[in-house]
């Protein structure tokens, strides 16, 4: 044996590998130590995550406690369906709404403004995130296998591995993101990891090929990033976030971010350090949970900070071509320090097959 962790097999989960969206078989490399090698390219691609000073020094913040492997295999039930997928949907009248933000609180380079009028027919979108129980279904139901899975390893992010962890090449721009081999959906901190106490948590380590394997099979499809904004803001014009202009209303906490210094003192003070389950926390306007924060929610489209400058603003699909998707409304790890990407407006991508502990996807559908 190495001494990189390999996924775990033990339990019979690891995907089968022969359900793909396009029809295509994808072949699996099974013989031990046939990990895929992690592309350069792929590392060096994940810098939309955050952008800031590398820290000289990483202090691990709170190890998780591993927990045993999930049970199950090819003979066990999919976990209890929750409510069936389109009681999760909320129907949205569109119309016209302010796209977008112009007080200059973002990143010039994300492209968030400027501020313009846009148009949406009504469409349909989910309360919540897709959660781990959901993506289960669909996983049991058809095999498929994740990106992550595929590639053999994703990104967590360095205060959830255990002290004792064996080395880990980080994301130069990032270094708090690691490269870890096992860490997939249903082992979201590495191979001795679990999902078990996580079921109603929203599902991470999803590519945007993911996202849409999922969307396929479930009937539904990925918001457009104007979708996703319009339900985003719930009713509300202009606002800083879904429920207003201020952070923490009242002192109540409303999100899921980040509290202490990034990247190494997270208080929790919200309740949560990592991913909270996708009910959390106060619904915006139109009964949307955790659009800020918690996870990153993948979009339909391809990113490009201009394009909406003379781009379509009746139903806007976005550029026709680009190479990264478009993510919306920050994660856990979001702090104002350095990234305050939870903010309604925000935006960021990620190239379509690129994983993290901290995205996710929402779905949505035509009225
Ligand atoms: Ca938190
Ligand atoms: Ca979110
Ligand atoms: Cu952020």
Redesign the pocket.
């Given at each position: 044996m190495n001494s990189t962790p390999q996924v775990n097999d033990e339990s019979g989960d690891a995907c089968s590998g022969a359900y793909h969206p396009d029809g295509l078989r994808i072949e699996l490399a099974t013989s031990a130590g046939a990990t895929p090698s992690p592309s350069a390219e792929r590392l060096e691609r994940a810098e939309p995550l955050g952008r800031v000073e590398p820290s000289e020094r990483i202090e691990p913040i709170g190890p998780v406690t591993p927990v045993a492997p999930t049970p199950g295999g090819p003979g066990r039930a999919p976990p209890p369906a929750p409510d069936t997928l389109a009681d999760d949907l909320v129907l949205l009248e569109g119309g016209t709404f302010l796209m977008g933000s112009g007080d200059g609180s973002g990143f010039p380079a994300d492209g968030e403004g400027p501020v313009r009028e846009v148009r949406l027919r009504p469409f349909r979108i989910g309360r919540y995130?897709v959660s781990n129980a959901r993506f289960a279904e669909f996983v049991a139901a058809t095999g498929y296998c994740t990106d992550a899975e595929r590639f053999g390893w994703s990104f967590v992010f360095v205060g959830f591995l255990p002290a004792n962890f064996p080395p880990t090449r980080a994301v130069a721009e990032a270094p708090w993101w690691r490269q870890v081999f096992g860490a997939d959906w249903r082992h979201p901190e590495g191979p001795h990891s679990s999902i078990a106490e996580r079921m109603d948590h929203?599902v991470v380590h999803t590519s945007w090929n993911d996202a849409q394997a999922y969307c396929r099979w479930a009937g539904v499809r990925l918001p457009t990033e104007a979708e996703w904004e319009y339900a985003a803001r719930g009713g509300l014009v202009q606002k800083r976030f879904p429920w207003g202009d201020e952070l923490r209303p009242g002192g109540r906490h409303m999100?899921?971010i980040w509290q202490g210094t990034f990247p190494t003192v997270n208080t929790g003070e919200d309740g949560y350090v990592g991913t909270a389950p996708v009910d959390a926390f106060e619904p915006n306007g139109y009964g949307l949970h955790?659009?800020?924060?918690?996870?990153?929610?993948w979009c339909n489209d391809w990113f490009s900070p201009t394009w909406h400058r003379t781009g379509a603003r009746v139903d806007p699909r976005g550029p026709a071509t680009g190479s990264a998707r478009v993510i919306?409304?920050?994660?856990f790890l979001c702090h104002a320090s350095y990234c305050d990407r939870?903010r309604v407006a925000a935006r960021s991508s990620n190239t379509p097959d690129s994983s993290t502990g901290h995205t996710?996807f929402?779905v949505a559908a035509d009225a």
């Open positions: 995130a929203a999100c899921n955790n659009v800020a924060g918690n996870v990153w929610e919306r409304g920050g994660s939870y996710g929402r």
